[in-house]
């Protein structure tokens, strides 16, 4: 399963600025490529290779990923996610916020991936190359998802014990599977699509349950029909 866990710390943190966007909206953005990873992977539109005997962060080599992790393809498909979760235009802010999810997926690609990371279909690839170092890919994915955590938790409060132990719950989880995802190679190209469809899966339908029992600080227990 590719879980790097620096991107749900961005939209955990996203939660501030959105608050009437549910986690698993937020996830889902920050996390689209590599929803539609999998995807394509299984398709065969997409190729990755295994390397079992690499280091941790570079097992997987990208082959070819230019529909789900492209800058261009990621533009576009940060403005589709956006309108079919806003549909009033006078949540210009929100559609705005939900693009960018989706765009910050290739930005924190592009500091941590080889060069691998294409611009636009068939074009230059590009990547600064931080998992070459395995701690300091550690240091920055933890820092990240810690301060998503914090402010996440700090801009909602729990309505009960649901929404605190469930936010515990996600929060685990996340970090499990990342551990996981580092301790050893897939077993084969089947294995990480399958995996990481019922992984997001779980993330998903958890981070949905604990968030609905947490609401915005600012408006501690507005009815959950005003919540996106």
């Given amino acids: 399963m590719k879980v790097f866990i620096g991107h749900f710390g961005v939209g955990l943190a996203a939660k501030r600025v959105t608050p009437q966007v549910s986690l698993p909206i937020l996830f889902g953005a920050a996390q689209l490529a590599d929803l539609l990873?999998?995807?394509?992977?299984?398709a065969g539109v997409e190729q990755v290779r295994i390397h079992p005997d690499n280091a941790p962060f570079t097992r997987l080599e990208f082959i070819s990923y230019p529909y789900s992790h492209s800058l261009v393809a990621l533009i576009v498909w940060g403005l589709v996610f956006g309108y079919a979760f806003v549909t009033s235009p006078r949540r210009v802010t929100m559609l705005l916020v939900l693009a960018a999810?989706?765009?910050s997926h290739w930005v924190l690609d592009f500091v941590t991936h080889l060069p691998d990371?294409?611009?636009y279909p068939g074009g230059p690839k590009v990547g600064l190359g931080l998992w070459s170092s395995t701690p300091a890919t550690l240091v920055v994915e933890f820092a990240l998802?810690?301060?998503?955590?914090?402010?996440?938790?700090?801009?909602?409060?729990?309505k009960d014990?649901?929404?605190?132990?469930?936010?515990?719950?996600?929060?685990?989880?996340?970090?499990?599977?990342?551990?996981?995802?580092?301790?050893?190679?897939p077993p084969s190209v089947t294995?990480?699509?399958?995996?990481?469809?019922?992984?997001?899966?779980?993330?998903?339908?958890?981070?949905?349950?604990?968030?609905?029992?947490?609401?915005?600080?600012?408006?501690?227990?507005?009815?959950?029909?005003?919540?996106?």
């Fill in 101 to 103: 999810l989706v765009v």
């Fill in 161 to 185: 014990g649901i929404g605190r132990w469930g936010f515990l719950a996600v929060a685990t989880l996340l970090a499990v599977f990342y551990a996981a995802s580092l301790l050893s190679a």
């Fill in 191 to 228: 294995a990480i699509w399958t995996g990481a469809l019922i992984g997001a899966a779980m993330i998903l339908a958890l981070s949905w349950w604990a968030d609905r029992h947490r609401a915005p600080r600012t408006r501690a227990f507005a009815p959950s029909s005003s919540r996106v």
């Fill in 117 to 119: 990371l294409p611009i």
């Fill in 145 to 158: 998802y810690a301060i998503g955590l914090v402010i996440y938790a700090r801009a909602t409060l729990a």
């Fill in 37 to 42: 990873w999998p995807v394509l992977v299984a």
